[in-house]
């Protein structure tokens, strides 16, 4: 399949640029899940030690990949202890 497809971008050198922006998309795509199964509070690999690790997520604590103008150093926590 691979020599196919490499005889083909030697026939067709228009298509390079094609496979290098759906290569790189596909790569982001799966990073990007992948920090969402690791990082994401709301996600728990762990039932058995820790079943609610949301619960346990400091104020000051940045899990968004981005955000505009928020400071998360400067927040105060304002929810009870469980």
Known sequence: MLGTVAKQLK????????????GGGATMSMMYLARLA???PDVSWDR???PEPWNNMQPD???KLFTVNMDYS????DR???
């Open 48 to 50: 058995k030690n820790n």
């Open 61 to 63: 604590h940045q899990y």
């Open 74 to 77: 400067k927040l105060k926590k």
């Open 38 to 40: 690791l990082k994401n």
């Open 11 to 22: 026939s067709h050198p228009a298509l390079i640029p094609l496979f290098v922006f759906i």
């Open 80 to 82: 009870p202890d469980f």
